[in-house]
């Protein structure tokens, strides 16, 4: 009686103990595939059952990261599977949404929004979609984002608009689109910094005097 007990136990354990492993296995391959843009990969795992909302050892999701890596095959299988959630946040309160903003995937951008994906963050005052469009090259991604209802004097929790991300790192397009939707380039942050000195400390000294004297 005891050794068939003892024989069970070893049976439960070894299954267990591979169901650790297959599972650890699914979960390497999930994010390889997402990383490598193998879409069919990727939904293989999704209709196994792997989670298309888990995270990876950075704590970044799968639809983060495909948007980072322009991994669009696998951002597609991701998109179409009703229990991705478009809105996840990784531990700097950063979305697909930004990420794709930041990148300038102005047609990824719009099937994010078209799938509900929020414009604003999850806070009255948080870094937004249109901050990280105005920090990147692409200035199409700031008209896709204000096109939509994107808040235009944004603030982030030090009081940073996206007029003064792209006054430092963006296009000059994107300031002038910006300026154009009804940015105010005489709003500070907490350092008492406006977008005019934002453009200083990137050496833009043209751009500088212009948004100290935007009605000009």
């Known amino acids: 009686m005891m050794l068939k007990l003892f024989i069970k136990s070893l049976a439960y354990l070894a299954l267990i103990v591979g169901f650790s492993i297959a599972k650890a296995?699914?979960?390497?391959?999930?994010?390889?595939?997402?990383?490598?843009d193998d879409g069919a990969a990727v939904e293989a795992l999704l209709v196994?059952?792997?989670?298309?909302?888990?995270?990876?050892?950075?704590?970044?999701?799968a639809l983060f990261l495909s948007q980072r890596e322009g991994s669009f095959k696998a951002a597609s299988v991701l998109l179409l599977h009703p229990q991705t959630r478009v809105d996840l946040l990784n531990a700097a309160g950063e979305s697909a949404l930004m990420m794709g903003s930041l990148k300038g995937h102005v047609d990824w951008v719009n099937r994010l929004l078209d799938k509900g994906a929020r414009l604003e963050g999850p806070a009255p005052a948080a870094w937004t979609a249109l901050h990280y469009a105005a920090t990147g090259p692409e200035p199409r991604t700031v008209q896709a984002l204000l096109a939509?209802?994107?808040?235009?004097?944004?603030?982030?929790?030090?009081?940073?608009?996206?007029?003064?991300?792209?006054?430092?790192?963006?296009?000059?397009?994107?300031?002038?689109?910006?300026l154009?939707?009804?940015?105010?380039?005489?709003?500070?942050?907490?350092?008492?910094?406006r977008a005019s000195d934002f453009a200083k400390l990137a050496g833009r000294d043209a751009l500088a005097q212009r948004l100290a004297q935007p009605g000009r």
Not at 48 to 61: H, T, V, Y
Request: hydrophobic letters at 40%.
């Open 180 to 193: 154009q939707a009804g940015a105010d380039a005489a709003l500070q942050n907490e350092g008492a910094l």
């Open 148 to 178: 939509r209802g994107a808040l235009v004097n944004a603030r982030s929790p030090n009081g940073t608009t996206p007029l003064m991300m792209a006054a430092r790192y963006g296009a000059e397009a994107s300031v002038s689109l910006l």
């Open 48 to 61: 196994r059952g792997f989670d298309p909302n888990a995270r990876d050892e950075k704590g970044q999701s």
């Open 25 to 36: 296995g699914a979960y390497e391959d999930f994010f390889q595939a997402v990383r490598r």
